[in-house]
């Protein structure tokens, strides 16, 4: 209750906007706080790594020198040094960062997990979309927790496998085929529901197995004769320097769509970016050019939303499944450390310039304002003007909280 009044006390300083929408950023496989956002420069060097450090615009905040596009733009983003959790192998930490529930058996880090809905499928649950557009899509794919679970397959992702940097990039299956013409596609799905109308004077709707597939068929003749979702799919309306900024890479180019999408009112977006289970290699990996991505692509979606207007309704989430360990192993690598991990966040209210929580010295444990998983989901719902502590119920009718015990990150809020 004290969590609740809070957040209703601040609402109108913080964000909350039942409108907000969101990119996730999500770098699958948990990328290192030491190699982005916390940086142990005093740290012996088997800690420290082969990288150093760059100012970012406040005063005695330090960023890996791989970031630097980001630490210029520090104004424009808040980063959280201090969410920590126990799930620490992929399939129970992707898990428990893409719903904010730990799994409720063990799982290996091969497992795709889908125990609870995740933040796209609720958000898609609970919020309508203009234009036919769909509420929840994921490019290139869906994580592994990215799905819907008991919410029902209407709410899973519309994934985007398409790359959009590539020459005459079509988002596949949402475009009516150049031989039949709109007017006559259009004849045919309203003879199609004449049809199923006549079926079905004789039967029970609930009892009639076409009921579902003519939902999902509804949708996607909704998005392919949509203008504004053709529009916000066509790269080519981008100006080519704006394209430049976000670089001119499959990664670079989704922010971008990721962003046209939001504009036209999808209210959750994740763009899936892997490989960051760096085990061996960890260095030439970011040095060659994973980081310069992040950096260049994710400074220009802040900047770009901030310069349109539109970060103030648009969050930027940039995070992955848990941190990397202290040591440096054998192989020139960091393994799974889901005790101290990194998250950056803009938008939706989310003050600029701020690093919440930390680390101890050598990084090993958030020792600061730490936070859990829960919390992180609880700040995200209550953004997007969903209560936190709404009670779903899954397939078998049983109640389950949408999040348990979570609390505000209340810097996100100030």
């Known amino acids: 209750m004290a969590d609740l009044l809070q957040a209703k006390t601040i609402a109108p300083a913080g964000g909350i906007n039942k409108d907000t929408r969101c990119i ?14 916390d940086p142990k420069p005093d740290a012996p060097s088997e800690i420290r790594g082969e990288f150093g450090t760059v100012p970012t615009t406040v005063p005695g905040v330090h960023f890996c020198d791989k970031m630097p596009k980001l630490a210029k733009s520090f104004g424009n983003f808040s980063v959280v040094r201090s969410i920590a959790h126990n799930q620490n ?18 799982v290996g880090c091969g497992a795709f997990v889908t125990f609870h809905p995740s933040f796209g499928s609720v958000v898609s649950s609970e919020r309508t979309v203009p234009h036919g557009l769909p509420a929840y899509i994921s490019a290139p794919r869906v994580s592994r927790s990215g799905g819907p679970n008991f919410l029902g397959a209407q709410h899973a992702p519309f994934v985007i496998s398409d790359n959009p940097d590539s020459k005459g990039f079509r988002v596949r299956d949402v475009t009516i085929p150049q031989e039949i013409a709109e007017g ?10 004449s049809l199923d109308n006549l079926k079905r004077m004789t039967d029970k709707a609930a009892e009639d197995p076409a009921v579902a597939f003519d939902e999902f068929y509804s949708q996607g003749f909704d998005l392919i004769t949509s203008t504004e979702a053709q529009a916000a799919f066509d ?9 430049e900024k976000y ?11 990721a962003r046209r999408l939001t504009e036209v009112g999808v209210p959750w977006v994740t763009v899936y970016y892997g490989g960051w ?12 050019d994973k980081a310069e991505r992040i950096d260049t692509g994710v400074s220009a ?23 990397r360990t202290p040591k440096i192993n054998k192989d020139a690598g960091r393994d799974h450390w889901s005790f101290a991990m990194s998250v950056l966040m803009a938008g939706g209210g989310i003050p600029g310039g701020q690093i919440v929580g930390a680390t101890d010295v050598k990084g090993y444990y958030a020792n600061e304002n730490v936070y859990a998983p829960e919390d992180f989901a609880s700040s995200i719902y209550t953004k997007m003007g969903i209560n936190p502590e709404m009670v779903l119920h899954d397939s078998a009718g049983r ?8 609390k505000l990150i209340k810097e996100l809020f100030a």
């Open 301 to 323: 979606l802040i900047q770009d939303l901030a310069d349109r207007g539109t970060l103030d309704n648009t969050m930027v989430l940039l995070l992955g499944e848990f941190g």
């Open 247 to 257: 670089g001119r890479n499959d990664f670079g180019q989704r922010l971008l769509m």
């Open 89 to 106: 192998n992929h399939g129970a930490g992707n898990h428990y960062l893409m719903t904010g529930r730990p799994t409720p058996v063990p």
């Open 399 to 406: 109640p389950l909280q949408l999040v348990n015990n979570g």
């Open 277 to 288: 289970d760096d085990h061996r290699g960890l260095f030439k990996s970011y040095a060659k």
């Open 24 to 37: 996730m950023v999500w770098l699958d496989g948990g990328p290192s706080h030491y190699e982005t956002f």
């Open 184 to 193: 006559r596609a259009k004849n045919r799905a309203q003879l199609r529901e």
């Open 235 to 243: 790269m080519d309306k981008e100006d080519e320097k704006m394209r």
